[in-house]
């Protein structure tokens, strides 16, 4: 059977597309290794799926062109994707730092996509797996094969998108990574992004009783900042301004290929040295004076861990000033190095991916390849957490089904 478009991947971005061609009046064929529709949208915040932002902006993105992801972002923008949810009537709430969510369930974003490409005639072949795609050997029109468990099919064009690494239990795989190394295009290699950091064993062991602590912090790597919980675990760092700040960390090791600590501000807004000034001539221990801003039982562990009983049981005041130098300095920048991450079965998204130097930003088409499209997390673009990597899908889906 020929079809005008083969969409692969019936996520977000491969909803969004062929709903979007569909309306052109193409002919539409999405397919899907699942046994069901958008589970990531499913499982999303809870159930009620975080499906964008207030804010959006390039500045929301890392890939190795952090520009590409521009175009897509102003042609199909936050609000339009709003103005669909509000046409369908589904309530929605606004959380801290502009996130949106469902009001009730993500199932309702996932009826509204699977109604869309209803109403346009698109055809769904799930659960479906691919075996082989390849070139047409005959004219233009029919550009590419796709052999699944449902027959072969051809297609003038064929959208990828498959996604990333990211939790695995799910269904993701490195199919998309595969196709476009099939097809000479580069990929720049998957990286878990918005992940938990995990410390060294020899740097965790003296940290064990900070375990179970929550921090209202500030996560600090080079240039980047966020503040937001900061939690201690057994194996290491999480919580939302680590999950943010792992993005950049891992960013790093494209650059240099070398590991750098982050560092936690643990008095945001606050300059620790000043502030220990103003308290220095009276008889306050360090753990009671910290209380002030910090858990109390994470102060007392904490200075601990940082001078031993020296900090716990003298006054300041009997603190010498290189000491509370090192107190400040630690206070607003304390550094650790992570050993690595907990993986793609805990990262939210990948990232990496297809090369954007391969791909036209305005159509999401390949450059070397007429009629091959790659959208959403397959492609080399990570958004931050917040809503941030959906609104990419909805836009590079909205963008490639317009040309696709």
Known sequence: MHFDIIVIGAGAAGMMCAAQAGARGRRVLLIDHADTLGERIRISGGGRCNFTNRTVSADNYLSQNPHFCRSA???????????????????????????????????????????????????????????????????????????????????????????????????????????????????????????????????????????????DAVARFATAQFRENVLITHRGLSGPAILQISSYWQMQEYRSGKKQPVEIDLLPGLDAAAWLEEHRQGRVHLPNLLAEHLPRRFAHEWCALLGGEKLVSRPIGELGRRDLELIASRLNAWPLMPAGTLGFAKAEVTLGGVSTDALSSKTMEAKAMAGLYFIGEVVDVTGWLGGYNFQWAWSSGWVAGQFA
């Not at 027959?151 to 990828?160: E, M």
């Not at 269904?171 to 990286?191: C, D, H, N, T």
Request: overall charge negative; glycine content about 8%.
């Open 73 to 215: 972002l102003a042609r199909f923008t936050q609000f339009d994707f709003i103005a669909m949810m509000e046409k369908r009537r589904i309530a929605y709430h606004e959380r801290e730092h502009g996130q949106l969510f469902c009001d009730e369930s993500a199932q309702q974003i996932i009826d509204m996509l699977r109604d869309a490409g209803d109403d346009v005639g698109v055809q769904w072949a799930f659960p479906c797996a691919v075996h082989n795609i390849a070139p047409h050997p005959g004219e233009a029109v029919k550009r590419y094969t796709v052999d699944t468990d449902n027959g072969r099919f051809s297609c003038q064009s064929l959208v990828v998108a498959t996604g990333g690494l990211a939790i695995p239990k799910i269904g993701a795989s490195p199919f998309g990574y595969r196709l476009a190394e099939q097809f000479g295009i580069p990929v720049i290699p998957p990286k878990p992004a918005l992940v938990p950091l995990a410390l060294a064993p020899e740097v965790l062991e003296p940290m064990k009783p900070l375990a179970g602590a929550t921090l």
